[in-house]
Structures are given as structure tokens and as C-alpha cells.
């Protein structure tokens, strides 16, 4: 019913900056959380951040004063901009989208942070 296709990944020098985004379609409710996540190699799938329909973001402590969620309602599109990143920041990023219904995943998008 929701499909999630991410994009924006790519290799980049510590310290660069990558702006990965999520295009949603299908069925959307106004109502619904959307937020990314990752997984580095060897690694559980992890929280980065969230964002709520009306704009309330949550971050997890690594990701705090160096990403930005943001999410455009009217085009359906969810972004990520990552700054100052580090070689831990390396890992596959997931879209994700919850609402009444269930949670939906992309299929992800790698970020390598390499020098």
C-alpha cells in the first residue's frame, strides 16, 4: 500500500555532507511518523531519526547537531542531510513510514564515509 524508494547515497570524505531522500507512495495518511534508519556491517538496524506529519523530529544522540530530518508533506518526500560525517556513519540508510495500518521499509541506500 506505501512505497518507500530512497536515494542519495554515495562515498564521501570524512567530514563531507550527503542529503539522502525517501519518495513515498501509494496509499498516505496524513497522520503518520516517518523517519530513517541504518545498519553498518556486523550491526543491529538502528534509530537515526524521526519526524512526525505536523514536524516534531526526534534524534538519536549520534546523529544530534550534525543531521537534519526533514520531510515535505505535500510531495511526499522525506530527506536526510548529513553533515560532518564520520567513518561510523557508515552504514545502509532506511526510509521508513508508520501510521494506523503498520510500518513500511525502503530497501535502503548505502552511505560510505571513506577517505
Known amino acids: 500500500q506505501v512505497q518507500l524508494v530512497e536515494s542519495g547515497g554515495g562515498l564521501v570524505q570524512p567530514g563531507g555532507s550527503l542529503r539522502l531522500s525517501c519518495a513515498a507512495s501509494?496509499?498516505?495518511?496524513?497522520?503518520?511518523?516517518m523517519g530513517w534508519h541504518r545498519q553498518a556491517p556486523g550491526k543491529q538496524r538502528e534509530l537515526v531519526t524521526t519526524?512526525?506529519?505536523?514536524?516534531?523530529?526526534h534524534y538519536a544522540d549520534s546523529a544530534k547537531g550534525r543531521f537534519t530530518i526533514s520531510r515535505d508533506n505535500n510531495e511526499d518526500t522525506l530527506y536526510l542531510q548529513m553533515n560532518s560525517l564520520k567513518p561510523e556513519d557508515t552504514a545502509v540508510y532506511y526510509c521508513n513510514l508508520k501510521d494506523r495500518r503498520g510500518t513500511y521499509w525502503g530497501k535502503g541506500t548505502l552511505v560510505t564515509v571513506s577517505s
Open positions: 519526524i512526525t506529519s505536523g514536524g516534531s523530529t
Open positions: 501509494g496509499s498516505i495518511f496524513s497522520d503518520s511518523v
